[in-house]
């Protein structure tokens, strides 16, 4: 009977010791995996390109409104909350200077200013030190004037470490000079400029690179063939074709003859 009860006794003691070791098991906070980084031999953003965009609030928006800031030189932006990776809410109402975003496409390209991230600082005018809110962002929308390509709007979107946004990378092309294919006379057919992944914030592609090397003549590349990150998410078929050699044109078969 004492035998009894003294294993009575014991297995209490195991289980309130299992108790307070699972409860501090719970009060712990949970481990955060490590930051993601780009990997060796990937594109990286290039640092010569970085730039903190400047920004102030404007209190009302609509087409009017609009007008009068290009007319003194400043674009309409918002920048929204990221919910999703495409839309987004707690929005923001800005203006940025129209010359800098103009310098930012003209040297980096439509979709590559689209594909990198930038500080934006918002302050109560464009001479004061003093700053409302700073944050990373990224481009989302580009509206361009279909005849002079005058910046008309840009949309941004927060971009925190711990946000997925729905990106279209751009795409570029190398090894043209040595592609079988093409030195036999054939031409290359692009099919797409860009591909639509979900990416983690710290590790968006400025780029891609299409590697055509050794591609012959009716070999194509498709979208599971890209190099990327394997935390990117491809957002379309994995079987649709990037570029393809064709056979070589009829003028260029003429001229041969």
Not at 12 to 22: K, W, Y
Not at 49 to 65: Q, V
Request: charged letters at 30%; one cysteine or more.
């Amino acid at each position: 009977m004492l035998i009894r009860h003294r294993q009575i006794l014991t297995n209490g003691l195991h289980l309130r010791h299992f108790c307070q070791s699972s409860a501090a098991a719970v009060l712990q906070d949970p481990i955060e995996p490590p930051p993601l980084t780009y990997l060796e031999g990937l594109p990286r953003p290039d640092p010569k390109y970085d730039e903190i965009i400047r920004a102030i609030p404007r209190s009302s928006s609509g087409k009017n409104i609009s007008a009068k800031e290009r007319k003194v030189g400043r674009v309409p932006s918002i920048v929204f909350e990221q919910e999703d990776g495409q839309h987004g809410g707690n929005k923001r109402i800005i203006s940025v200077r129209t010359n800098q975003i103009r310098k930012l496409v003209n040297h980096l390209g439509r979709s590559f200013f689209l594909s990198r991230l930038f500080d934006l600082e918002v302050a109560p005018d464009f001479e004061s030190d003093e700053i409302i809110e700073k944050v990373r962002v990224l481009p989302r929308k580009l509206h361009l004037h279909a005849g002079t390509d005058a910046v008309l709007n840009v949309t941004f979107i927060r971009a925190p470490s711990h946000a997925l946004l729905k990106v279209d990378v751009p795409l570029v092309f190398r090894g043209e000079d040595v592609s079988p294919g093409l030195k036999k006379g054939a031409y290359l057919n692009t099919i797409k400029r860009t591909v639509k992944y979900l990416c983690p914030a710290d590790i968006i592609p400025p780029y891609i690179d299409v590697d055509l090397s050794e591609l012959d003549a009716g070999q194509k590349i498709v979208t599971g063939d890209l190099k990327v990150h394997p935390a990117l998410k491809l957002l379309r078929s994995k079987d649709e074709a990037v570029c393809k050699i064709m056979g070589a044109r009829v003028s260029d078969q003429k001229k041969t003859k």
